[in-house]
């Protein structure tokens, strides 16, 4: 068991820069997620630290160990890749003994492990079966053992449920944070879906074109994005870029001037008053999140900021929840209703009602 | 913990297969019977005419000399009696030549694949050189180099040599497809586990080469068996391989039951490996079922 850490670490191909200056620390035993669009460098950083990929600069640290000269098969690292990249030509058992007879391990404490970490996934008695003979998840849990049975001081993960089906991936998405926490291992994983990223995490990193947009917990990253990066790629959010005027030091409260539309917005608690003004006049983006506007049948609501009328325009039943867009002074905005209350909306295209919000997310540009 | 049992994936019996959309429009449906028997009667004909010579050389190895000739199995009797040593010679050098080309395939094609380095599609042109240069050409030079250079004429080693000159790219071919083919996840998965480059190579690298290198075997194995051109110029008196042997006997004593029976030989030898191949590789290859 180790931390990870990683200082300046880049990777160039010829022009283009895949990632670009990441510094990172994971501390001992904790599951950390790297959260990304495709290309944005995770996978990349993932495997410069497994060494599969040699970093065009920066180190890399197991602990207090430099690992940048050590090759991949020294590293003691469990990489768990998309394909569950089991050997097709040997068995369950001889995929779980692979690394332990490579590095020479005792006969009996072989046999030992493999019986254990079979236990642990939960898959005893598929000793003799080839990979093809399991389900897509049976192998992906091998894969699991497999990179288990070595135990190994660093979990790597490579999107490993991105090609298993919805309800597989939401169980054993769950199965690897709590084998993770059994073993008490360092994990770093990367995913390009949020939800997962949400499930499993201690901490988050979103990255985008190479670099690092923020770390953060679940509730940083989605309460509290730092750029618009983040903001954009986390949830559905209601967007809009305006410039800020008459800033009231006293109350913390500002209007957004979007393009003739006039929104009250809360400028952020951690901003020093005395700096307020200097707010003025600035370009700022503005992110509402759907379920942080309420849809009312009736105006003049005092709880909100803000309150306009709008019409529906397009109603979409999600199951616990109902999306709804309303069209406010020209503009969609998409609003989430749950509980009770959304089965009154469903199917009233062209109803006139009015939306309430007062918490929006402000991002400086 | 509990692992959810996995449910089988729905199949979707809504699609109409293409062979069921192929039957429908068949133009057969409308004159039943006389399309199909005329279709059959083309593939038929077209069979015959592939298979005559072929089938012409079998029957008459089974037949005796003489005005009236008799079914009989005694040519072949005769085969396994006198040209026996042609067929054992035939043998070792196919073995010999498969085994040496496979040394020297497996690391080229290794290199070839996976590094990157200066004139790489040079010299994989240069090594292909054999495959679209006639053999007339090949036996020619080697006799010339063998004649005045090695002193390797009307030797085993020689033989094995021009073979291997000849038939190096029909080896290398497949592998290099079988590599490129390979995914890499398979390796980095080996090395990541702990296991060395060596160690991956023949645990990993080289069993999931395996339907290429086999298929590489096999085409090695039926074009050297049956070589005659090179071997011609080349293999001297003391080295009559089969094939030299059914020209060496039509040459001399005209054609012969007995020679037949020997070319039949060859032919049924080459023919097996090929279903061998097909029955262990071939089908089990093509369903992704390979291991």
């Known amino acids: ?365 | 913990m509990k692992f959810l049992e996995v449910r089988p994936q729905a199949v979707d019996r809504g699609q109409v297969s293409r062979k069921q959309k192929i039957g429908r429009l068949r133009p057969s449906a409308l004159f039943p019977w006389i399309l199909d028997g005329l279709a059959y009667l083309y593939i038929l004909a077209g069979l015959l005419v592939f298979i005559m010579p072929f089938g012409v050389t079998l029957w008459y190895s089974l037949l005796t000399r003489g005005k009236s000739p008799k079914l009989t199995l005694a040519n072949y009797r005769y085969v396994f009696g006198s040209f026996v040593d042609s067929l054992l010679l035939s043998s070792k050098v196919s073995a010999v030549t498969v085994l040496l080309n496979l040394l020297i395939v497996i690391p080229a094609a290794y290199a070839l694949v996976c590094y990157e380095f200066k004139g790489k599609k040079f010299i994989l042109t240069l090594l292909n050189v054999p495959l679209y240069s006639p053999a007339i050409i090949l036996g020619i030079g080697l006799i010339l180099i063998y004649h005045f250079t090695y002193g390797l004429y009307n030797s085993f080693l020689g033989l094995c040599f021009g073979m291997i000159v000849g038939t190096f790219p029909l080896m290398l071919l497949p592998v290099m497809v079988a590599l490129k083919d390979l995914d890499t996840v398979y390796e980095e998965a080996a090395l990541c586990l702990g296991a060395g480059p060596l160690y991956t190579f023949f645990k990993v690298t080289l069993p999931l080469m395996g339907p290429g290198i086999s298929a590489g075997i096999i085409l090695n194995f039926v074009i050297v068996w049956n070589e005659f051109l090179v071997t011609l110029f080349i293999a001297g008196p003391d080295y009559i391989t089969a094939p030299l042997k059914v020209y060496n006997q039509i040459l001399w004593f005209g054609y012969q039951n007995t020679t037949a029976a020997l070319a039949a030989t060859l032919q049924i030898i080459s023919f097996l490996a090929l279903i061998l191949y097909f029955k262990l590789f071939g089908s089990r290859f093509l369903k992704g079922r390979f291991f």
């Open chain 1, 1 to 365: 068991m180790a931390s990870v850490k990683l200082v300046n670490v880049s990777k160039r191909y010829g022009d283009t820069v895949a990632v670009d200056r990441v510094s990172l620390d994971v501390e001992n035993g904790e599951f950390i997620t790297l959260l990304g669009p495709s290309g944005c460098g995770k996978t990349t950083t993932l495997r410069m630290i497994a060494g599969l990929v040699e970093p065009s600069e920066g180190e890399i640290y197991f602990g207090d160990k430099l690992m940048n000269a050590v090759p991949v098969n020294q590293r003691n690292i469990g990489f768990v890749f998309q394909s569950h990249a089991l050997f097709p030509h040997m068995t369950v058992r001889d995929n779980l003994a692979f690394g332990l007879k490579a590095r020479k391990f005792p006969k009996h404490e072989i046999e030992k492990r493999i019986e254990e970490v079979l236990h642990l996934v939960e898959m005893a008695g598929f000793e003799g079966r080839k990979p093809h003979q399991l389900s897509g998840g049976q192998q992906q849990r091998i894969s699991l053992a497999r990179v288990l049975v070595g135990d190994p001081t660093v979990l790597l993960f490579d999107e490993p449920l991105s090609s298993l089906d919805f309800n597989l991936r939401n169980t054993l998405k769950f199965q690897i944070k709590e084998l993770q926490r059994r073993t008490r291992k360092t994990a770093i994983y990367v995913t390009h879906d949020q939800s997962e990223a949400f499930a499993i995490s201690d901490r988050i990193v979103v990255m985008d074109r190479g670099r690092i947009q923020q770390i953060g917990t679940q509730l940083d990253i989605y309460l509290r994005p730092q750029t618009p990066v983040v903001a954009n790629f986390i949830g559905s959010h209601n967007c809009f870029r305006g410039l800020l005027t008459e800033v009231d030091a006293e109350s913390g409260l500002g209007i957004l001037d979007c393009e003739g539309w006039s929104i009250k917005v809360r400028i952020p608690e951690a901003s020093p008053s005395a700096a307020m003004q200097s707010f003025e006049r600035r370009q700022v983006l503005a992110y509402l999140r759907p379920e942080d506007i309420e849809v009312l049948e009736h105006p003049g609501e005092e709880r909100h900021l803000n309150c306009f009328q709008g019409r529906i325009q397009q109603v979409i039943f999600e199951g616990s929840t109902l999306r709804v867009q309303v069209e406010v002074a020209g503009r969609i905005l998409q609003t989430e209703v749950s509980g009770k209350k959304r089965l009154s909306f469903f199917g009233k295209e062209g109803l006139s009602l009015y939306v309430g919000f007062s918490e929006l997310t402000l991002i400086w540009e």
